[in-house]
């Protein structure tokens, strides 16, 4: 039977009208389709936490790049905070799980499962932040005509977390390593009322004297990378263009600093020639000094600061902060150390060994949760347990175990050098020399080549069995007997070195060091081992004044002084106690030519001479190292 045509055409409507709406919808994208869409939410429904990205306005109309992060349900919560330059994003979506545990760095666990909020914020100019990047900026004043800096972007942001997050308690605390520790510190220079704790890790306090670009005047040229990959728009985030060849090589065949800036092309950028301007701790160095701006304001927010014991990049920092503010009534009792078995940051990661060392544990989570979480609690909680904060918290190298005490040692036990190569406690009877040629066309290496200061060894380059430079003719090792008992330092130790040189102008290198049993069945690895505990250099041409560089007499006996790291270890019997003196380690620091120059940045070829280094002991010029022991 046939349907009339009226009818038909009114039941397709009728069909159409009724199908699902997928195939009434089904078109298909034209093939040229633009594919690049704003943006992705890689935040599921399920996700246990909540991740808010926000612009936060400052007071000079400027918004920084912001993530919060917190566990769903959060309440009367505590913040943390941290600002940095690597990245805000990458801080907070590690492994893009939809767990909190993991899209955080290790350390914030205990936090955020506490009901703790956590921000990371981008510095002004980096990454998803406006403005204009200056590195490490100065504060407000004599090298910032600004009306900002990280103290009053620290302020305003800390202001708008606390009227803004509904959820929070309105108490804040701030941390973070390295960058992040220089801006913690920062945040306590005219610190918000909200900002009620601050755990400064490595901070970055003076880049002079001992952290990062100089120590104690000798340079560290690879820092120039690190100023490309900071400050480059496009093209310097794989650091300089020098392949993979042994760092000994790249460096020595550039020449001096200023040559290898101007071989790789990095001589313009303004962050290369701050440096390559400022060889001398003038008034660029003296100004940003955070240790010297805070020992003269004092704090008034608890701080506890933190540093590793063989902290590759910024050993300086936190211990010469602790010293100015513990010299101040007003503050003493505001400040505490931690000085743990660490890298630079290591704190933050897995701490049961460092190198061939191994320890009791994971002291880094045993840190975190013994000492860091309760101080940021009793601070930051709402109705929180009473503050048991010890003034020094450090873990006994050797010993392997964490101790507390009110304050660290003084170095007041001399170690001399004497006779035959020999260190002793009681100062030699007679007096002599030894002597070695410093030849800079062959420099002490760093490590063992080939070098890479860029390379997995690098973290981890202080604990190296310093048995590589056993035999070499520039290189003078003295040591004590077998230890009887142990020998228990806590502080940082202090060279006296009394030393002369054919030369107008020296670098001397210091190591203290823990040689162990030959025989040692219970760890293999560590037999005859060479465990340095600190090593440092000093630029002979500032032994009158760092800021004010002057040649050398040939010949003259100077009293070259300077502080090695400081540590807590414990010596034991059957060990030994070594001295190692040198006058390059290179190429982590740049060579000194030996001859005079106005600035070691632009030494040429024919400024590297040999000089003969000659080092004294015994008598009025008896050189030591001098111990903080614990008695």
Request: hydrophobic share 40%; aromatic share 10%.
């Amino acid at each position: 039977m046939r349907m009339k045509a009226g009818v038909s055409g009114l039941m397709v409507a009728m069909m159409l009208a009724m199908a699902p709406a997928s195939h009434a919808q089904d078109a298909r994208l034209d093939p040229m389709t633009p594919d690049i869409v704003a943006k992705y939410d890689w935040v599921r429904p399920e996700a246990d936490f909540v991740r808010q990205e926000v612009m936060i306005p400052m007071r000079d109309g400027v918004k920084l790049h912001t993530f919060i992060v917190y566990r769903k349900g959060t309440t009367d919560a505590p913040i943390i905070l941290s600002r940095s330059p690597y990245n805000a994003d990458g801080h907070t979506s590690r492994n893009r799980s939809q767990k909190i545990e993991e899209i955080l760095p290790v350390a914030d666990k205990e936090f955020v499962n506490d009901g703790y909020i956590r921000v990371y914020q981008d510095v002004r100019g980096l990454n998803g932040s406006e403005g204009d990047y200056v590195m490490t900026r100065p504060l407000r004043g004599v090298l910032n005509h600004t009306a900002v800096d990280h103290s009053t972007d620290a302020y305003d942001t800390i202001d708008w977390l606390v009227k803004n997050l509904k959820n929070s308690n309105g108490k804040v605390g701030i941390t973070g390593s390295s960058y992040l520790g220089f801006t913690s510190l920062m945040a306590l220079v005219d610190p918000h009322p909200a900002l009620k704790a601050a755990i400064p890790q490595s901070p970055m306090v003076d880049g002079w004297m001992g952290d990062d670009w100089f120590h104690n005047g000798a340079f560290r040229v690879f820092g120039f990378s690190y100023v490309l990959g900071q400050t480059v728009k496009s093209g310097g985030k794989g650091g300089l263009p020098t392949g993979k060849e042994d760092d000994y090589d790249t460096y020595m065949n550039a020449g001096s600093a200023g040559d290898y800036a101007r071989k790789w092309g990095v001589d313009t950028l303004p962050g290369v020639r701050k440096m390559l301007e400022h060889p001398a701790y003038d008034q660029f160095w003296q100004e940003q000094a955070l240790d010297k701006i805070l020992g003269k304001r004092g704090i008034t927010v608890p701080t506890m600061l933190v540093v590793g014991e063989w902290d590759q990049e910024d050993s300086y920092g936190a211990p010469a902060v602790f010293k100015a503010l513990s010299a101040r009534a007003d503050s003493r009792d505001k400040v505490s150390l931690v000085v743990g078995p660490w890298r630079h940051s290591g704190v933050n990661y897995e701490g049961s060994s460092l190198g061939n060392l191994k320890f009791e544990g994971d002291t880094a989570l045993q840190w975190r949760t013994r000492y860091m979480k309760p101080f940021f609690d009793c601070h930051l909680k709402t109705n929180p347990a009473p503050c048991h904060t010890p003034r020094v918290i450090t873990y006994a190298s050797g010993a392997n175990q964490w101790e507390e005490s009110d304050d660290l040692a003084p170095a007041a036990v001399p170690l001399y050098l004497g006779d035959h190569f020999s260190a002793s406690f009681d100062k030699p009877a007679g007096e002599g020399s030894e002597s070695y040629v410093s030849d800079p066309a062959k420099p002490v290496t760093t490590v063992p080549r080939p070098v890479s200061l860029s390379g997995p060894a690098w973290p981890t380059w202080l604990v190296g069995d310093q048995r590589f430079v056993d035999g070499r003719t520039d290189v003078l090792s003295f040591k004590t007997g077998l230890l009887t008992a142990p020998v228990h330092i806590k502080g940082a130790p202090r060279v006296d070195l009394r030393a002369a040189t054919s030369g107008k102008d020296s670098d001397f290198v210091v190591k203290l060091i823990d040689v162990y049993p030959t025989q040692l069945t219970a760890d293999p690895v560590m037999a005859g081992y060479e465990l340095a505990l600190g090593i440092e250099i000093y630029r002979g041409r500032y032994v009158n004044g760092v800021s004010t560089p002057a040649p050398l007499v040939p010949g003259k006996t100077y009293a070259f002084s300077w502080n090695l790291p400081t540590v807590d270890h414990v010596f034991l019997p059957g060990h030994r106690i070594m001295v190692q003196v040198q006058s390059s380690l290179f190429p982590l620091y740049d060579r000194n030519p030996q001859s005079w120059v106005p600035s070691i940045m632009d030494a040429k070829a024919g400024d590297y001479v040999k000089a003969t280094e000659t080092i004294h002991w015994g008598g009025k010029d008896a050189s030591a190292v001098w111990l903080p022991v614990v008695k």
